[in-house]
């Protein structure tokens, strides 16, 4: 079976804002560039200082360009980075047996949904796991199990599907 993705758009909203910000902002250094070039071309009439000038001054605007990208993709990414630390915080917990934490992230941030949908689903494990807790508390104070007890204690513990996924197949699809 392909991994390949047939979708372009996952998060179809993230992805578009994501990708207009970095043409903007291209966008917009591609056109100081060009408005400098066209006001040292009529300002200067000796072609070889022309090309002095120009040749500086596009370099001055492309590492103004690149310190500007770099600083607004640093700042954009915070908003990606910061959530997926949360959520590998949040996962290390689960994985730790500890389900008393509500994922919180920044109103800027991308992932709400994901951080909504962890929330709901350690909610409902932490639902599940302390009634199964609490049915065996009952049966452990009990000196012969009652078996009402077992089968509520086995329905809260079937909610759990613990068997392993089945290996990927790694054979070539052609």
């Known amino acids: 079976m392909s991994e390949q993705r047939s979708q ?17 902002i291209t966008f917009i250094l591609i056109n100081l560039i060009v408005i400098a070039g066209y006001f040292l ?3 200067i009439s000796d072609v070889q200082q022309l090309k002095r000038y120009l040749g500086v001054t596009v370099a001055a605007l492309e590492v103004v360009g690149f310190v500007v990208v770099y600083r607004f993709n640093l700042k954009s990414s915070h908003r990606i980075a910061g959530p997926v630390f949360v ?7 689960i994985e730790a047996g500890d389900l008393s934490f509500t994922m919180r992230l920044r109103q800027g941030d991308q992932f709400h949904e994901v951080k909504e949908q962890m929330n ?18 009952k049966l452990q104070d009990q000196s012969s199990p009652d078996e009402a007890l077992v089968d509520a204690l086995l329905r809260e513990l079937d909610y759990f599907n613990t068997q392993a996924p089945p290996p990927p197949d790694t054979t070539l699809q052609r």
């Open 8 to 24: 372009l758009f996952i998060k179809q909203q993230f992805q578009q804002s994501l990708i207009v910000e970095v043409l903007l």
């Open 41 to 43: 071309i009529d300002s």
């Open 87 to 93: 959520i590998e915080r949040s996962l290390k917990s």
């Open 120 to 137: 709901a689903t350690v909610g409902e494990l932490r639902q599940r796991l302390a009634k199964a807790q609490q049915l065996a508390r």
